[in-house]
């Protein structure tokens, strides 16, 4: 396997609050490859996204404490100057956000956003720079890209506004695209098209892609891994055949039994109910003590779950490179 | 048959004008928002209803209880004809018709206490006179929605989004209504809370007997509680049938597009699944294209689509199970040729338009 594009190291992310202080990131773990996607999954509140603003430096350095290490083809992104920061985020990692129309200039067009973002880190020509946004349009399957670029944000449709933020989070060929709900303001035919693009693009340029999202179904399609957060740690990863379909946390077990699921068979009149976790997360801000799901927990198969915090260890099958984790006192039998 | 229909739309439509700025406020054309729906909801059904963002499925919904004027067409709810109603009438249909909101979050009064939003109904509609039984009967609404009582006295900020959806459904069941209709009702909420709210219309409805029409762009979740499932694209409904058959068993290009787009959580499932990818966006419904309205973006479009706008026909294995398709058998009615017809505002629209343009002077 070749060199890891990032390498995530305990990880940790406090925030300052006026109800105390928030324990929104405790402790991740992971790596994403050359060509490979990384799901990170789970509820609102449970440090998903907070975990990747961390990573690029985006939440406020008054409020926020960030530890730990992040390793961006070896560079520690959390020892950066802001200044190599800066220089770093457009070819070393790219970004798309959940609302494109909260995150592009509405008073710009979509073509000087493009050249903004490639203009600050090519020494390119305005020219040059406008060939490659015109370029690069096309490439997110815009129709009529030599229009598009002199349009502005308003003018277009939300699966159109997501091609473009995609067009400026690839304007650099970063080695790391981070898509944080990306999808999910989206019906799902645009949907279909953004993942499809997306993966295209990956497969040709090799980019190492986390995906952040609620959606289990969207995850089955696209990872290769899947990160299970909640509270802000992460309660099971694996491969993603290993978390979907041999799912060990209680947690990671709730969420699929709550999903109503289009490929069941709908039985004749008596439907089942879907299962549901009770309750809601705890908030960052007072954490239980042991096991972080335990207020919820259906299962509480061991005395430690109240009091012991579950240490990531190894589950199930799974090989060296690729293992399934979970971080519980629950055993294989304990449903 | 028809006894047991409690709503039904029969051309139904909501044109919203469009108009040029400038003083004169002149039409030009008009955004076919709803554009001649037929649809029955009977007696203690679940009807879902899933489309893309602007389809028209929202509108409709509003269309039905009059929160929007439909512009043609008309509605008739338990015999009534909703669109003759006149105030004091119209009041009354709300009491018996309610509505849950997508947004628990926009959809409560933040300065009032859940008991002041819960019991409004009961007062605007004079139901259990005086305040200690309205009282009484706000505990007995909580605890119907699975709210302890004691929360009565709280504010809506002090609540999670599913407590809220739950403030917003006790609300809406406050008048003892015969129909709900649940607008995205659950599209808000985390995955564990959508599922807790999904149990609860689903129990209410067994012990409520209540109708509902379930709008929601979430097809899993549509099938999960629906009878019936209606498809709608651009203002029409383009097939209806039992939720088995519209869910496992498409029979309208657009149906079967829409249902391999929904990703399910099985990795070797998705990984082989064969996906319609649809080409484009759903075009703007102010141009609505001729004859079959998905003709632009449909894999199997041929011949007669951009000629005859299709009508509603028996498909598939199961009574009861509609499409508008022409795969099925050329039915509809031919579009008058664009030589006689030139695109633009429709006579109507040009009837209405010095009116509106006198009235803005």
Redesign the interface.
């Known amino acids: 396997m070749s060199a890891p594009v990032l390498e995530v190291e305990d990880l940790r992310v406090r925030l300052r609050t006026p109800r105390g202080t928030a324990h929104v990131v405790n402790g991740l773990d992971y790596t994403v490859g050359p060509g490979e996607t990384v799901a990170v999954v789970g509820?609102?509140g449970s440090g998903k996204s907070v975990s990747v603003l961390a990573l690029m430096g985006l939440l406020p350095s008054g409020s926020a404490t960030v530890t730990g290490r992040a390793l961006l083809q070896g560079e520690d992104l959390l020892a950066m100057s802001p200044d190599r920061l800066r220089r770093v985020r457009g070819p070393g990692m790219g970004m798309v956000f959940q609302d494109p129309m909260t995150s592009l200039n509405p008073v710009l067009t979509v073509g000087r956003q493009l050249v903004e973002g490639i203009r600050a880190h090519q020494r390119v020509s305005k020219q040059a720079a406008r060939a490659r946004a015109v370029e690069l349009l096309a490439e997110v399957g815009l129709?009529d890209p030599a229009r598009a670029v002199d349009r502005y944000p308003h003018e277009l449709?939300?699966?159109?506004r997501q091609r473009v933020m995609i067009a400026i989070a690839l304007s650099n060929s970063p080695a790391l695209l981070v898509a944080d709900e990306a999808t999910t303001a989206l019906?799902?035919?645009?949907?279909?098209?953004i993942i499809?693009l997306v993966e295209r693009l990956q497969s040709e340029h090799g980019t190492g892609v986390i995906w952040i999202t609620?959606?289990?179904?969207?995850?089955?399609?696209i990872?290769d891994r899947v990160l299970v957060m909640y509270g802000g740690r992460c309660v099971e990863d694996g491969t993603?055949?290993d978390v979907?379909?041999r799912p060990r946390h209680p947690y990671t077990r709730?969420?699929?039994?709550?999903?109503?699921?289009?490929?069941e068979?709908?039985a004749?009149g008596s439907?089942r109910?879907?299962?549901?976790?009770?309750g809601?997360p705890p908030p960052p801000t007072d954490l239980p003590p042991g096991c972080v799901f335990w207020p919820r927990c259906p299962v509480r198969g061991d005395a430690r779950c109240e009091t012991e915090q579950p240490p990531l260890t190894v589950v199930g099958s799974g090989s060296a490179a690729l293992p399934h984790r979970a971080a519980t006192w629950c055993g294989e039998d304990s449903r | 048959m028809t006894d047991d229909v409690l709503l039904s739309a029969r051309g139904l439509e909501v044109h919203f004008p469009i108009r040029s700025g400038g003083v004169f406020r002149r039409s030009s054309g008009a955004v076919r928002a709803v554009d001649g729906v037929d649809l029955d909801i009977r007696r203690g059904e679940t009807l879902g209803l899933v489309g893309e963002s602007g389809c028209g499925k929202s509108t409709l919904g509003n269309a039905l209880l009059r929160l929007v004027e439909p512009t043609g067409g008309t509605v008739t709810f338990d015999g009534i004809d909703v669109t003759a109603l006149g105030r004091r009438e119209l009041r009354e249909l709300r009491r018996r018709a309610g509505m849950v909101f997508q947004d628990p979050f926009a959809s409560l009064d933040p300065r009032r206490t859940v008991a002041q939003t819960v019991s409004e109904p009961l007062e605007v509609h004079g139901l259990h006179g005086d305040r200690r039984e309205r009282a009484a009967r706000v505990s007995e609404l909580l605890e119907l929605v699975g709210l302890d009582p004691a929360v009565a006295d709280r504010y809506p900020h002090e609540f999670s989004g599913g407590q809220r959806q739950r403030v917003g459904i006790a609300r809406a069941l406050a008048g003892e209504p015969d129909f709900l209709v649940c607008d995205e009702a659950i599209a808000s909420l985390d995955v564990s809370v959508q599922a807790q709210v999904l149990n609860l219309l689903r129990r209410l409805q067994r012990r409520l007997g209540l109708t509902l029409l379930f709008i929601s762009h979430d097809l899993s979740a549509v099938r999960h509680v629906a009878d019936r499932i209606a498809v709608m694209y651009l203002g029409r409904v383009v097939e209806i049938g039992p939720a088995a058959a519209v869910g496992g068993d498409p029979q309208m290009p657009y149906t079967q597009a829409l249902l391999s787009a929904v990703p399910v959580p099985h990795p070797e499932l998705e990984r082989s699944r064969k996906r319609t990818v649809l080409r484009g966006d759903v075009p703007s419904p102010a141009a609505v294209p001729t004859g079959c309205r998905f003709r632009t973006r449909c894999p199997s479009a041929f011949e007669p689509c951009p000629d005859v706008d299709p009508a509603l026909q028996p498909v598939g294995q199961v009574d009861g199970h509609l499409a508008a398709c022409h795969l099925h058998g050329v039915v509809g009615t031919p579009v008058a040729r664009e030589d006689d017809a030139p695109e633009g505002p429709t006579p109507a629209d040009a009837a209405r338009a010095p009116r509106r343009a006198g009235r803005a002077h």
């Open positions: 509820e609102s129709p449709s939300g699966g159109m019906d799902v035919t645009v949907q279909a098209q499809d609620h959606d289990l179904g969207v995850v089955a399609g990872a993603v055949d979907l379909d709730g969420l699929l039994g709550a999903l109503p699921d289009l490929a068979p709908l004749d439907r109910d879907l299962a549901t976790i009770p809601v």
